[in-house]
Protein backbone atom coordinates (compact mmCIF):
# COMPACT_ATOMS: atom_id res chain seq x y z
CA UNK A 1 0.00 0.00 0.00
CA UNK A 2 3.12 2.33 0.86
CA UNK A 3 4.59 1.47 -2.31
CA UNK A 4 1.08 2.76 -4.34
CA UNK A 5 0.82 5.61 -2.76
CA UNK A 6 4.50 6.95 -3.31
CA UNK A 7 3.85 5.90 -6.84
CA UNK A 8 0.44 7.94 -6.98
CA UNK A 9 1.76 10.94 -5.48
CA UNK A 10 4.60 11.27 -7.43
CA UNK A 11 2.21 10.85 -10.63
CA UNK A 12 0.56 13.38 -9.50
CA UNK A 13 3.43 15.41 -8.47
CA UNK A 14 4.43 15.47 -12.20
CA UNK A 15 0.90 16.16 -13.38
CA UNK A 16 1.13 19.12 -11.47
CA UNK A 17 4.20 20.24 -13.11
CA UNK A 18 3.15 19.76 -16.40
CA UNK A 19 -0.03 21.85 -15.75
CA UNK A 20 1.90 24.50 -14.16
CA UNK A 21 3.77 24.72 -17.40
CA UNK A 22 1.08 25.87 -19.21
CA UNK A 23 -0.65 28.02 -17.01
CA UNK A 24 -2.64 31.14 -18.03
CA UNK A 25 -0.36 34.16 -16.95
CA UNK A 26 -2.61 35.74 -14.35
CA UNK A 27 -1.69 32.55 -12.22
CA UNK A 28 1.39 34.93 -11.07
CA UNK A 29 4.92 35.70 -12.08
CA UNK A 30 6.57 31.79 -13.28
CA UNK A 31 6.83 30.78 -9.70
CA UNK A 32 9.78 32.61 -8.09
CA UNK A 33 8.51 34.11 -5.98
CA UNK A 34 5.55 31.10 -5.24
CA UNK A 35 5.13 29.62 -1.57
CA UNK A 36 7.08 26.93 -1.58
CA UNK A 37 4.70 23.63 -1.56
CA UNK A 38 4.76 21.06 1.43
CA UNK A 39 8.02 18.27 2.10
CA UNK A 40 8.85 16.21 -0.34
CA UNK A 41 6.85 13.11 -1.37
CA UNK A 42 9.82 10.79 -0.72
CA UNK A 43 11.33 9.89 2.95
CA UNK A 44 14.26 8.71 4.62
CA UNK A 45 12.24 5.54 4.30
CA UNK A 46 12.92 5.21 0.68
CA UNK A 47 16.81 6.80 0.58
CA UNK A 48 17.45 4.12 3.06
CA UNK A 49 16.36 1.13 0.74
CA UNK A 50 17.66 3.22 -1.89
CA UNK A 51 21.35 3.51 -1.19
CA UNK A 52 21.85 -0.64 -1.88
CA UNK A 53 19.71 0.53 -5.20
CA UNK A 54 22.44 3.70 -5.90
CA UNK A 55 25.20 1.52 -5.01
CA UNK A 56 24.69 -1.24 -7.63
CA UNK A 57 23.14 1.30 -10.48
CA UNK A 58 24.90 4.62 -10.17
CA UNK A 59 28.41 4.51 -7.90
CA UNK A 60 30.64 3.07 -10.72
CA UNK A 61 29.80 7.13 -12.41
CA UNK A 62 28.20 8.96 -9.31
CA UNK A 63 30.67 7.41 -6.72
CA UNK A 64 29.72 5.93 -3.58
CA UNK A 65 29.35 9.44 -1.77
CA UNK A 66 27.64 10.93 -4.67
CA UNK A 67 30.27 13.10 -5.62
CA UNK A 68 31.00 12.18 -9.65
CA UNK A 69 34.09 10.33 -8.00
CA UNK A 70 33.20 6.96 -9.42
CA UNK A 71 35.83 4.24 -10.96
CA UNK A 72 34.01 5.42 -14.34
CA UNK A 73 34.27 9.11 -14.22
CA UNK A 74 37.48 9.92 -15.54
CA UNK A 75 36.40 7.62 -18.84
CA UNK A 76 33.45 9.17 -19.70
CA UNK A 77 32.68 12.76 -21.19
CA UNK A 78 30.98 14.92 -19.83
CA UNK A 79 32.21 13.76 -16.03
CA UNK A 80 29.17 12.56 -13.90
CA UNK A 81 27.37 15.15 -12.26
CA UNK A 82 28.32 15.86 -8.11
CA UNK A 83 25.70 15.30 -6.13
CA UNK A 84 26.57 16.89 -2.83
CA UNK A 85 27.05 19.95 -4.70
CA UNK A 86 23.03 20.29 -4.89
CA UNK A 87 23.59 21.51 -9.08
CA UNK A 88 21.01 20.23 -11.10
CA UNK A 89 21.04 21.40 -14.78
CA UNK A 90 17.87 20.24 -15.95
CA UNK A 91 14.92 21.15 -13.80
CA UNK A 92 11.39 22.47 -14.09
CA UNK A 93 11.84 24.90 -11.42
CA UNK A 94 12.59 28.83 -10.97
CA UNK A 95 16.04 30.35 -11.33
CA UNK A 96 17.90 29.30 -8.07
CA UNK A 97 15.85 26.46 -7.17
CA UNK A 98 16.81 23.17 -6.48
CA UNK A 99 14.87 20.65 -8.45
CA UNK A 100 11.41 19.04 -7.83
CA UNK A 101 11.23 15.36 -7.21
CA UNK A 102 9.85 14.95 -10.75
CA UNK A 103 12.99 16.08 -12.19
CA UNK A 104 15.23 13.62 -10.98
CA UNK A 105 12.90 10.94 -11.62
CA UNK A 106 12.95 12.11 -15.06
CA UNK A 107 16.71 11.87 -15.66
CA UNK A 108 16.21 8.59 -14.08
CA UNK A 109 13.76 7.42 -16.29
CA UNK A 110 14.54 9.02 -19.51
CA UNK A 111 18.97 8.81 -19.45
CA UNK A 112 20.53 12.07 -20.97
CA UNK A 113 21.17 11.79 -24.75
CA UNK A 114 24.96 12.13 -25.54
CA UNK A 115 26.23 11.28 -22.54
CA UNK A 116 27.04 8.17 -20.57
CA UNK A 117 24.13 8.51 -18.50
CA UNK A 118 21.69 5.69 -20.12
CA UNK A 119 18.01 5.20 -19.53
CA UNK A 120 17.24 3.40 -15.98
CA UNK A 121 13.34 2.75 -17.44
CA UNK A 122 14.05 -0.91 -17.69
CA UNK A 123 14.29 -0.43 -13.47
CA UNK A 124 10.89 -1.03 -11.84
CA UNK A 125 9.65 2.39 -11.17
CA UNK A 126 9.03 1.91 -7.46
CA UNK A 127 13.17 1.19 -7.68
CA UNK A 128 13.81 4.52 -9.66
CA UNK A 129 11.98 6.77 -6.58
CA UNK A 130 14.23 5.24 -4.03
CA UNK A 131 17.15 5.97 -6.09
CA UNK A 132 15.91 9.60 -6.76
CA UNK A 133 14.93 9.72 -2.64
CA UNK A 134 18.97 8.77 -2.08
CA UNK A 135 20.41 11.03 -4.78
CA UNK A 136 17.97 14.02 -3.11
CA UNK A 137 19.79 12.71 0.26
CA UNK A 138 22.85 12.89 -1.02
CA UNK A 139 22.38 16.67 -2.45
CA UNK A 140 21.37 17.37 1.27
CA UNK A 141 17.42 18.11 -0.55
CA UNK A 142 15.33 15.45 0.65
CA UNK A 143 14.40 16.92 4.72
CA UNK A 144 13.71 20.55 2.43
CA UNK A 145 10.44 21.26 1.14
CA UNK A 146 9.19 20.43 -2.60
CA UNK A 147 9.87 23.32 -4.74
CA UNK A 148 7.28 25.26 -6.42
CA UNK A 149 7.67 24.47 -10.22
CA UNK A 150 8.30 27.38 -12.83
CA UNK A 151 5.59 28.74 -14.08
CA UNK A 152 5.40 29.53 -18.00
CA UNK A 153 2.18 31.03 -19.40
CA UNK A 154 0.75 29.47 -22.06
CA UNK A 155 1.50 30.63 -25.64
CA UNK A 156 -0.09 29.97 -29.41
CA UNK A 157 1.09 26.85 -31.09
CA UNK A 158 4.06 26.78 -33.29
CA UNK A 159 4.00 28.89 -35.84
CA UNK A 160 6.41 30.71 -39.20
CA UNK A 161 5.60 33.65 -36.93
CA UNK A 162 6.09 32.06 -33.76
CA UNK A 163 9.81 31.01 -35.20
CA UNK A 164 10.14 34.31 -36.53
CA UNK A 165 10.17 35.95 -33.51
CA UNK A 166 12.34 33.55 -31.68
CA UNK A 167 15.07 34.79 -34.20
CA UNK A 168 14.88 38.15 -33.37
CA UNK A 169 15.01 36.96 -29.89
CA UNK A 170 18.30 34.44 -30.27
CA UNK A 171 19.66 38.10 -31.75
CA UNK A 172 18.63 40.40 -29.22
CA UNK A 173 19.23 38.50 -26.68
CA UNK A 174 23.08 37.44 -27.36
CA UNK A 175 22.02 33.70 -27.89
CA UNK A 176 24.69 33.63 -30.82
CA UNK A 177 27.72 34.72 -28.65
CA UNK A 178 27.73 30.71 -27.17
CA UNK A 179 26.02 29.25 -29.92
CA UNK A 180 26.61 31.02 -32.75
CA UNK A 181 24.35 32.71 -35.47
CA UNK A 182 23.28 29.71 -37.23
CA UNK A 183 23.19 27.94 -33.43
CA UNK A 184 26.12 25.61 -34.41
CA UNK A 185 27.87 25.67 -30.98
CA UNK A 186 30.97 27.34 -32.52
CA UNK A 187 30.61 31.09 -30.66
CA UNK A 188 32.58 31.54 -27.15
CA UNK A 189 35.08 28.83 -27.64
CA UNK A 190 36.39 29.03 -23.94
CA UNK A 191 34.03 28.68 -21.69
CA UNK A 192 33.58 26.86 -18.45
CA UNK A 193 31.46 25.41 -15.64
CA UNK A 194 31.16 25.73 -12.11
CA UNK A 195 33.97 23.34 -11.89
CA UNK A 196 36.43 25.37 -14.14
CA UNK A 197 36.38 22.29 -16.57
CA UNK A 198 35.71 23.26 -20.46
CA UNK A 199 31.61 23.53 -21.28
CA UNK A 200 31.35 23.11 -24.84
CA UNK A 201 27.78 25.10 -25.78
CA UNK A 202 25.20 22.54 -27.53
CA UNK A 203 25.30 22.32 -31.37
CA UNK A 204 21.46 22.80 -31.62
CA UNK A 205 21.69 21.80 -35.26
CA UNK A 206 23.25 17.95 -34.78
CA UNK A 207 23.73 17.20 -31.50
CA UNK A 208 21.19 15.82 -28.84
CA UNK A 209 18.81 18.17 -26.20
CA UNK A 210 20.29 16.25 -23.27
CA UNK A 211 17.67 17.31 -21.15
CA UNK A 212 14.77 16.72 -23.30
CA UNK A 213 13.92 17.70 -26.99
CA UNK A 214 10.13 19.11 -26.75
CA UNK A 215 9.17 22.36 -26.52
CA UNK A 216 8.35 22.37 -22.52
CA UNK A 217 11.56 20.99 -21.75
CA UNK A 218 13.58 23.92 -24.24
CA UNK A 219 11.13 26.09 -22.51
CA UNK A 220 12.05 25.17 -18.35
CA UNK A 221 15.90 25.23 -19.58
CA UNK A 222 15.68 28.95 -21.11
CA UNK A 223 13.55 30.18 -18.10
CA UNK A 224 15.46 28.69 -15.34
CA UNK A 225 18.75 28.48 -16.82
CA UNK A 226 20.97 25.25 -16.05
CA UNK A 227 23.05 24.99 -13.10
CA UNK A 228 26.28 24.64 -12.60
CA UNK A 229 26.74 25.77 -16.48
CA UNK A 230 27.24 28.91 -18.23
CA UNK A 231 23.54 28.64 -19.69
CA UNK A 232 21.62 31.52 -17.69
CA UNK A 233 18.36 32.01 -16.67
CA UNK A 234 16.62 34.09 -19.03
CA UNK A 235 13.62 34.43 -16.71
CA UNK A 236 13.92 38.13 -16.74
CA UNK A 237 14.76 39.47 -20.22
CA UNK A 238 11.99 38.52 -22.06
CA UNK A 239 9.65 40.98 -22.94
CA UNK A 240 6.86 39.23 -22.15
CA UNK A 241 7.09 35.68 -20.55
CA UNK A 242 5.22 33.72 -23.10
CA UNK A 243 8.47 35.43 -25.60
CA UNK A 244 9.86 32.20 -24.00
CA UNK A 245 8.08 29.97 -26.49
CA UNK A 246 8.70 31.46 -29.63
CA UNK A 247 12.50 30.99 -28.37
CA UNK A 248 12.51 27.50 -27.94
CA UNK A 249 10.34 27.23 -31.55
CA UNK A 250 13.27 29.03 -33.31
CA UNK A 251 16.08 26.55 -31.33
CA UNK A 252 14.09 23.57 -32.86
CA UNK A 253 13.76 24.50 -36.50
CA UNK A 254 17.44 24.72 -36.60
CA UNK A 255 17.21 20.97 -36.38
CA UNK A 256 18.35 19.15 -39.10
CA UNK A 257 18.26 15.75 -39.91
CA UNK A 258 20.77 13.61 -38.77
CA UNK A 259 23.13 12.27 -41.76
CA UNK A 260 23.47 8.95 -41.91
CA UNK A 261 26.74 7.64 -41.71
CA UNK A 262 27.79 4.92 -43.36
CA UNK A 263 29.31 2.25 -40.13
CA UNK A 264 33.00 1.24 -40.74
CA UNK A 265 34.10 -1.65 -42.65
CA UNK A 266 36.63 -3.03 -40.08
CA UNK A 267 35.13 -4.86 -37.10
CA UNK A 268 37.59 -2.87 -34.47
CA UNK A 269 36.79 -0.16 -35.68
CA UNK A 270 33.18 -0.62 -36.30
CA UNK A 271 32.86 -1.62 -32.35
CA UNK A 272 35.01 1.38 -31.35
CA UNK A 273 32.37 3.55 -32.80
CA UNK A 274 29.51 1.81 -30.66
CA UNK A 275 31.76 1.80 -28.05
CA UNK A 276 32.02 5.32 -28.21
CA UNK A 277 28.08 6.02 -28.83
CA UNK A 278 27.14 4.08 -25.41
CA UNK A 279 30.41 5.46 -22.89
CA UNK A 280 31.50 1.44 -22.80
CA UNK A 281 35.40 2.92 -21.91
CA UNK A 282 33.82 3.89 -18.68
CA UNK A 283 33.16 0.39 -17.57
CA UNK A 284 35.55 -1.57 -19.74
CA UNK A 285 39.03 -1.63 -21.20
CA UNK A 286 38.61 -1.73 -25.01
CA UNK A 287 41.04 -3.16 -27.58
CA UNK A 288 43.62 -0.10 -26.96
CA UNK A 289 43.95 -1.37 -23.12
CA UNK A 290 42.05 2.01 -22.58
CA UNK A 291 39.39 1.80 -19.88
CA UNK A 292 37.87 1.47 -16.76
CA UNK A 293 37.64 -1.34 -14.39
CA UNK A 294 33.72 -1.47 -13.06
CA UNK A 295 33.33 -4.72 -15.61
CA UNK A 296 35.07 -6.93 -17.03
CA UNK A 297 38.57 -6.16 -19.39
CA UNK A 298 36.79 -6.54 -22.87
CA UNK A 299 40.10 -8.42 -24.30
CA UNK A 300 39.89 -11.16 -21.95
CA UNK A 301 36.01 -11.61 -22.93
CA UNK A 302 36.66 -11.56 -26.23
CA UNK A 303 38.88 -14.79 -25.60
CA UNK A 304 36.36 -16.65 -24.00
CA UNK A 305 32.54 -15.98 -24.81
CA UNK A 306 30.21 -17.59 -27.23
CA UNK A 307 28.75 -15.24 -29.91
CA UNK A 308 25.61 -16.10 -29.50
CA UNK A 309 25.81 -15.47 -25.75
CA UNK A 310 27.47 -12.30 -26.16
CA UNK A 311 24.20 -11.62 -28.44
CA UNK A 312 21.69 -12.41 -25.81
CA UNK A 313 23.20 -11.17 -23.21
CA UNK A 314 23.44 -7.21 -24.89
CA UNK A 315 19.76 -8.00 -25.61
CA UNK A 316 18.65 -8.68 -22.30
CA UNK A 317 21.44 -7.67 -19.42
CA UNK A 318 19.20 -8.10 -16.25
CA UNK A 319 17.82 -11.51 -17.87
CA UNK A 320 21.30 -13.71 -17.42
CA UNK A 321 22.07 -12.11 -13.53
CA UNK A 322 24.64 -10.88 -11.81
CA UNK A 323 27.82 -13.33 -13.35
CA UNK A 324 30.24 -11.45 -10.75
CA UNK A 325 29.52 -11.71 -6.94
CA UNK A 326 32.26 -9.60 -5.76
CA UNK A 327 31.65 -6.69 -8.37
CA UNK A 328 29.36 -3.75 -6.92
CA UNK A 329 27.59 -2.61 -10.18
CA UNK A 330 25.72 -3.57 -12.65
CA UNK A 331 25.51 -3.48 -16.39
CA UNK A 332 22.72 -1.18 -17.10
CA UNK A 333 19.87 -2.19 -19.53
CA UNK A 334 21.56 -0.03 -23.35
CA UNK A 335 19.36 0.68 -26.03
CA UNK A 336 21.53 -1.12 -28.65
CA UNK A 337 19.92 -1.71 -31.74
CA UNK A 338 19.96 -4.90 -33.44
CA UNK A 339 23.04 -3.80 -35.95
CA UNK A 340 24.68 -2.59 -32.72
CA UNK A 341 24.48 -5.68 -30.98
CA UNK A 342 26.24 -7.71 -34.06
CA UNK A 343 28.83 -4.92 -34.20
CA UNK A 344 29.64 -5.37 -30.51
CA UNK A 345 29.33 -9.08 -30.67
CA UNK A 346 31.79 -8.95 -33.76
CA UNK A 347 33.94 -6.78 -32.53
CA UNK A 348 34.29 -8.77 -29.31
CA UNK A 349 35.32 -11.73 -31.11
CA UNK A 350 37.92 -9.90 -32.95
CA UNK A 351 39.68 -8.58 -29.78
CA UNK A 352 39.95 -11.56 -28.43
CA UNK A 353 41.25 -12.99 -31.76
CA UNK A 354 38.12 -16.05 -31.88
CA UNK A 355 35.92 -16.31 -35.28
CA UNK A 356 32.05 -15.19 -34.52
CA UNK A 357 30.59 -18.14 -33.96
CA UNK A 358 29.15 -20.40 -30.63
CA UNK A 359 32.04 -22.03 -28.44
CA UNK A 360 32.66 -25.75 -29.15
CA UNK A 361 31.03 -27.85 -26.29
CA UNK A 362 32.61 -31.16 -25.66
CA UNK A 363 30.56 -34.62 -24.98
CA UNK A 364 30.79 -35.44 -21.50
CA UNK A 365 29.82 -38.73 -22.21
CA UNK A 366 33.44 -38.90 -23.18
CA UNK A 367 35.35 -37.76 -20.20
CA UNK A 368 36.54 -41.28 -18.34
CA UNK A 369 34.45 -41.21 -15.07
CA UNK A 370 37.83 -41.91 -12.94
CA UNK A 371 38.80 -38.30 -13.98
CA UNK A 372 35.37 -36.86 -13.39
CA UNK A 373 35.42 -37.90 -9.63
CA UNK A 374 39.15 -36.74 -9.56
CA UNK A 375 38.18 -33.66 -10.67
CA UNK A 376 35.25 -33.43 -8.23
CA UNK A 377 37.53 -33.96 -5.31
CA UNK A 378 40.06 -31.18 -6.56
CA UNK A 379 36.82 -28.94 -6.87
CA UNK A 380 35.42 -29.28 -3.85
CA UNK A 381 39.04 -28.56 -1.57
CA UNK A 382 40.00 -26.14 -4.15
CA UNK A 383 37.36 -24.61 -6.04
CA UNK A 384 33.90 -24.02 -3.30
CA UNK A 385 36.06 -21.45 -1.31
CA UNK A 386 34.71 -18.71 -4.68
CA UNK A 387 32.24 -20.66 -6.72
CA UNK A 388 28.91 -21.47 -6.92
CA UNK A 389 28.07 -24.95 -8.47
CA UNK A 390 24.32 -24.34 -9.05
CA UNK A 391 22.50 -26.53 -6.72
CA UNK A 392 25.17 -29.45 -7.29
CA UNK A 393 27.73 -28.10 -4.88
CA UNK A 394 26.39 -25.10 -3.67
CA UNK A 395 28.68 -22.03 -2.21
CA UNK A 396 27.00 -19.54 0.79
CA UNK A 397 26.47 -16.77 -1.06
CA UNK A 398 28.78 -14.82 0.85
CA UNK A 399 31.60 -17.04 -0.32
CA UNK A 400 30.87 -16.53 -3.61
CA UNK A 401 33.09 -14.42 -5.39
CA UNK A 402 33.34 -16.10 -8.94
CA UNK A 403 30.56 -17.01 -11.38
CA UNK A 404 28.55 -19.58 -10.88
CA UNK A 405 29.97 -22.36 -13.04
CA UNK A 406 26.91 -24.11 -13.54
CA UNK A 407 25.92 -22.05 -16.18
CA UNK A 408 29.65 -21.75 -18.06
CA UNK A 409 29.48 -24.47 -21.02
CA UNK A 410 27.32 -22.54 -23.23
CA UNK A 411 29.03 -19.42 -21.93
CA UNK A 412 32.80 -20.03 -22.20
CA UNK A 413 34.89 -21.63 -24.45
CA UNK A 414 36.13 -25.41 -22.81
CA UNK A 415 39.47 -25.20 -24.43
CA UNK A 416 40.32 -21.70 -22.86
CA UNK A 417 39.44 -22.96 -19.45
CA UNK A 418 42.02 -25.03 -19.73
CA UNK A 419 44.84 -21.82 -19.99
CA UNK A 420 42.73 -20.19 -17.30
CA UNK A 421 42.12 -22.01 -14.80
CA UNK A 422 46.43 -22.60 -15.20
CA UNK A 423 47.50 -19.33 -15.05
CA UNK A 424 44.34 -16.99 -14.91
CA UNK A 425 47.46 -13.92 -14.19
CA UNK A 426 48.94 -14.36 -16.97
CA UNK A 427 45.67 -13.35 -18.91
CA UNK A 428 44.32 -11.10 -17.15
CA UNK A 429 46.87 -9.27 -14.10
CA UNK A 430 44.10 -7.68 -12.26
CA UNK A 431 41.68 -10.94 -11.72
CA UNK A 432 40.74 -11.96 -8.28
CA UNK A 433 41.16 -15.42 -9.55
CA UNK A 434 44.11 -17.27 -7.87
CA UNK A 435 45.90 -20.30 -9.70
CA UNK A 436 45.07 -23.18 -7.65
CA UNK A 437 48.54 -24.99 -8.29
CA UNK A 438 46.84 -27.93 -9.66
CA UNK A 439 49.15 -29.82 -12.85
CA UNK A 440 47.94 -29.84 -15.83
CA UNK A 441 45.88 -33.54 -15.51
CA UNK A 442 44.48 -32.10 -12.47
CA UNK A 443 42.76 -28.99 -14.43
CA UNK A 444 41.86 -31.56 -17.21
CA UNK A 445 40.05 -33.47 -14.62
CA UNK A 446 38.20 -30.15 -12.90
CA UNK A 447 37.39 -29.18 -15.89
CA UNK A 448 36.05 -32.44 -17.41
CA UNK A 449 34.14 -32.25 -13.73
CA UNK A 450 32.43 -28.92 -14.00
CA UNK A 451 31.26 -29.24 -17.33
CA UNK A 452 29.80 -32.58 -17.25
CA UNK A 453 27.93 -31.50 -14.63
CA UNK A 454 26.61 -28.23 -15.86
CA UNK A 455 25.78 -30.31 -18.57
CA UNK A 456 24.00 -32.89 -17.13
CA UNK A 457 22.07 -30.04 -14.52
CA UNK A 458 20.40 -29.14 -17.89
CA UNK A 459 22.57 -25.46 -18.49
CA UNK A 460 21.47 -24.45 -22.29
CA UNK A 461 22.38 -21.92 -25.03
CA UNK A 462 21.28 -18.56 -24.03
CA UNK A 463 19.80 -17.45 -27.84
CA UNK A 464 18.78 -13.99 -28.40
CA UNK A 465 15.88 -13.15 -30.83
CA UNK A 466 18.17 -11.60 -33.19
CA UNK A 467 20.72 -14.65 -33.27
Known amino acids: MIRHGVAALLSFLALCVAVSTHA?????????????????????ANAAAGKPLYLRECSGC???RGNGRGPAADFVEPRPRDFTKAQFKFRTTAPGQPPATADVLRVIERGIPGTAMPSFAFLPADERQKIAAYVLKLADLLDGPEPPPLVIPSAAA???????KGKTLYADLGCASCHGDLGKGDGQPELKDADGRPSKPRDFTSEHFRGGGDRADLAHRIAGGMDGTPMPSYNDSLETPADVWALADYVLSLRAPAMAKPRAAAPIAAGREVAAKFSCGGCHVLDDGKGGDVGPDLRVSGQKLDSNWVRAFLKSTREYGKIYPWRVYRMPQLALSDEEIEVMTTYLATVGKRAVGPVDVPD???????????????????CTECHNLGTAIPTLPIKQQGPDLILVPHRVDFEWAKRWIQNPK???????????????????????FVWKTAIDAGAKPMRAATA
Open 24 to 44: EEEHGDRGEHAEQHGARPLSE
Open 62 to 64: HGD
Open 158 to 164: TSPETIA
Open 364 to 382: PATFPPEKVEQGKLLYVVR
Open 426 to 448: AIDPKTKMVGPDLTSEQVEAVRM
